[in-house]
């Protein structure tokens, strides 16, 4: 592999078709989808020269915890629809490159399961349920297992209009369940039958999620866990602000991978405003099209603590497995840090915005 796109091909060739429309795809035209690419590639990295780049630093913190370097495990569904070991098998990577996995609430493996496997430090992503004692069971069950946060996804209160999906017909196979929705009760544990006006996954998130969700349930979600609370899915400075006043430790500027509103403003435009109006109150993170070490340095440098992937872990996932997962982000880090030496910075601390200008 020389480049993630690399291993993005070989995942095609290895995944059955309806299970990579799922995993690649984005809403409607998947306008967003490319955006969020397109939009990293037009900012333009202004380098500094003559600074001695002999000895870097990648390591940071994200909510105290130390981790490696700022590149942080997208929280993504049905992992086993990738590689049979799943979510255990993408958190033990993420442990052996020394960063943190945030566990996705529709994941093929119980919270539990994912935790035990887990060799690093691991995050919950959490959708809130129409039920609010199974929800209430969920924050309790991470808090239990020894997860360090929870990530509430807000940018979800009905499913995008996922056409490769709707046209594949998408559900899971008999053998795979959503390991944690059994806790919304009986037969929730299983995708249904797509019908051809939306697919297996859409009727799930009807039959489960709570179209609600309010910044009140940021204070009961830390009530119950007592845990740090993350908002995924904020693209505006107000939303931030909002999340912050209501308990908020941080938030992720994330449009869903663009899988819910197509034409929505892409994560690197919109960071910017979201680091401004958090200023110095909470941690703002980012994910959506990130593929690239110079991404991850324009992110930092706008003012992002650490970025999150989704995509490429899961493509190694499928082509390797562990060791796939495992060297997606051992070569994502590597780009990182061949970027930062030659931006003339020795500590993401040198990260700043004048390093970065519209091309």
Known sequence: MINLFEMETQAAGRMDPAAWGYFAGGANDEITLRGNRDAWDRLAIRYRTMVDVT???????????????????????????????GESAMARAAGACGTLMVVSTTATTSLEEVRKAATG?????????????????????????????????????????RERDIRNGFTLPPHLTIANAIAAGAGHDRLPTADGEGSGLAKHLHALHDAALSPRDIEWAHEVSGLPIVLKGIVRGDDAVRALDHGAAGVIVSNHGGRQLDTSIATARALP?????????????????????TDVLKALALGARAVLVGRPPLWGLAVG?????????????????LAMALAGCTSVAELTRDLVVDA
């Open 121 to 161: 430090p691991t995050w919950f992503q959490l959708y809130i349920y129409q039920d609010r004692g199974a929800t209430r069971a969920l924050l309790e069950r991470a808090r239990d297992a020894g997860y360090s946060a929870i990530v509430i996804t807000v940018d979800t209160p009905l499913l995008g209009w």
């Open 273 to 293: 405003e979201v680091v401004d109006a958090v200023g110095d109150r909470g941690e703002v993170y980012v994910d959506g099209g990130i593929r690239r070490g």
């Open 55 to 85: 000895t870097r630093s990648l390591g940071t913190t994200v909510l105290g915890q130390p981790i490696d370097f700022p590149v942080l495990v997208a929280p993504t569904a049905m992992q086993k629809l990738a590689h049979p070991d």
């Open 321 to 337: 497995g562990e060791k796939g997962a495992t060297e997606v982000l051992q070569h994502l880090r590597m780009e990182f840090d």
